[in-house]
């Protein structure tokens, strides 16, 4: 159940629809409101830092209204596993036979094993911010040992998942890109490993420069990791 005494407003936004961000589903995407990281090239600084403005009850009436036309909920932010009601809020939304996909930074390892545990995920996207060296300075953050725990929680389980990096030039380089793919490399992981170049028309958290497009970042695949530049 959802918490009876509750007064926050969790969600900042809804969109209603969207094909892009699970992939081969329809989809609609609730943006929680803060995160636990602030990401120099981070494109959402009003969901981070602002307040939420929806009650899960509304974002909840709207997935039911929308349930026959939809696949499945994504839950974005900000960081949605920060939010305690997120094990009721999934578990309502698989009532109305809903996929769900959630973006995460894995800075809460226990939440993400909590969902795995329970089947309450289908998908997850999880965000490779840097190695431990740089993880400060991108993410004002010390939390890389959390998101390494959250990719081998995923990796040990059977819910489908992604790997994914935002580069900008300014702070991971082509050589940086090749030393992440060694670490998941040792680390043990195999699939697909997403590179989002950065998009220089983006409001952020800090004051960035120009980024330069990563070249021929597919070379840098192996047998076991797959480099995609999406
Ligand atoms: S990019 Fe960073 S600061 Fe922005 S929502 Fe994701 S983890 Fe939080």
Redesign the pocket.
Known sequence: MLKKDRVARPIFNITPFTLLDYPGHTACILWFAG?????L?????Q??TGKGKLYLEQALDFIYSRRTLLDGVVL????CTLHSDLIPLTKIIKTFGLKIKI?T?G?LPSRINELLEEKLIDYVAL?F?SLPKNFQHI??SNLFEQFETTLLLLMGSNVEFEVRT?VHSELIDREEVKRMVSYLEKIGYKGVYYIQQFRNDAET?GKMGSSSTLQDLRSLSTPNIEVVDR
């Open positions: 995160c636990n990281m602030r990401c090239y981070c494109y959402n600084p969901i981070v974005s932010g900000g960081e973006d930074n800075a965000d911010k993410t004002g935002t958290i």
